[in-house]
Structure formats: C-alpha cells, structure tokens
C-alpha cells in the first residue's frame, strides 16, 4: 500500500499540481484514495491517469 503527503497549502494554479490537497481531496471523493489523516492518503493501485488529469483541472 502506498502513501501520498498532501502540500501544506494549495497554490491555485491551473493545471493544480499532483500534491495539492484539492486534487488529493476530489480522488478521495471518488473512491481512488483512502484518507488516514489530514494530509495523508493512501492507495493499492495508482489512480488512472484520465482521473488524475481531471482533478487537476476541474
């Protein structure tokens, strides 16, 4: 099982960046990440990349 740190603060940019906690948050909404706690998340399987990429630039 891997781990992903979430950034402290999300710096708005456009495409958003694969840390920041909003991209993390909507994959967690998803089903594709487990959260364990504040910035931490957790997955058996890597995320598809078309969902990735829809996170960040939703």
């Known amino acids: 099982m891997a781990t992903v740190k979430a950034k402290k ?9 694969k840390e920041c906690p909003v991209v993390l948050k909507r ?11 504040k910035r931490r998340y957790t997955f058996d399987t890597k995320p598809p990349k078309s969902a ?7």
């Open 52 to 58: 990735v990429s829809a996170a960040r630039a939703a």
């Open 27 to 37: 994959l967690a909404d998803a089903g594709l990440l487990e959260r364990e706690s």
């Open 9 to 17: 603060k999300c710096c708005k940019d456009r495409p958003r960046c």
